[in-house]
T-cell receptor, first 114, second 113 residues
């Protein structure tokens, strides 16, 4: 069964803290994605990765970085958390892009920055 | 900017009726289209994918694709209160040398018992 897990369901951090969000998939998928979802704005792509140690900027990469040291794990890092990064963060994985493979999502991390 | 448009709703239908959800997209080159269902506070889950013009049926769900008119729709027959959720349309696009998925903002469906 397809499985994407995220390290935390809920997280509360203070402004200026460095925040790590972890995502692990057990499907041997090549691609992994980080999105944030905000009311009225839908899902917005932050970063994605097609292979280990590879990363590509999405539509809103500012204030974020990522790490993919192993195929199954993709981490999102908020270098210095700010209140406007309060959001639901969703990790997803898929097989090879351009081959019409579906994305599978993790349960999400609701991050609150105070 | 390649876009995917959906009516935000809410779309209210009585139990047992057909719910029709629509999505338009701007990139003529797109080949892959997906419908996701998202319950409040949960993550999106895939319902259907469609790649060819025409209809694709899976149980009570039918996806329809018209590439010439650049729209994709989802029909839910015999709607149930448990179908009440937000439905996201996603389109795979090729941009800046890579493939990405562009999501619409979703249509909220309410099925009234």
């Amino acid at each position: 069964d397809v499985k994407v897990t995220q390290s935390s369901r809920y997280l509360v951090k203070r402004t200026g803290e460095k925040v790590f969000l972890e995502c692990v998939q057990d499907m041997d998928h090549e691609n992994m994605f980080w999105y944030r979802q905000d009311p009225g704005l839908g899902l917005r792509l932050i970063y994605f990765s097609y292979d280990v140690k590879m990363k590509e900027k999405g539509d809103i990469p500012e204030g974020y970085s990522v790490s993919r040291e192993k195929k199954e794990r993709f981490s999102l890092i908020l270098e210095s958390a700010s209140t406007n990064q309060t959001s639901m963060y969703l990790c997803a994985s898929s097989r090879i892009p351009g081959a019409a493979y579906e994305q599978y999502f993790g349960p999400g991390t609701r991050l609150t920055v105070t | 900017q390649k876009e995917v448009e959906q009516n935000s709703g809410p779309l209210s239908v009585p139990e047992g009726a057909i719910a029709s959800l629509n999505c338009t997209y701007s990139d003529r080159g797109s080949q892959s289209f997906f419908w996701y269902r998202q319950y409040s506070g949960k993550s999106p889950e895939l319902i259907m994918s469609i790649y060819s013009n025409g209809d694709k049926e899976d149980g009570r769900f039918t996806a329809q694709l018209n590439k010439a008119s650049q729209y994709v729709s989802l029909l839910i027959r015999d709607s149930q209160p448990s179908d009440s959720a937000t439905y996201l349309c996603a389109v795979e696009v090729f941009t800046s040398g890579t493939y990405k998925y562009i999501f619409g903002t979703g249509t909220r469906l309410k099925v009234l018992a």
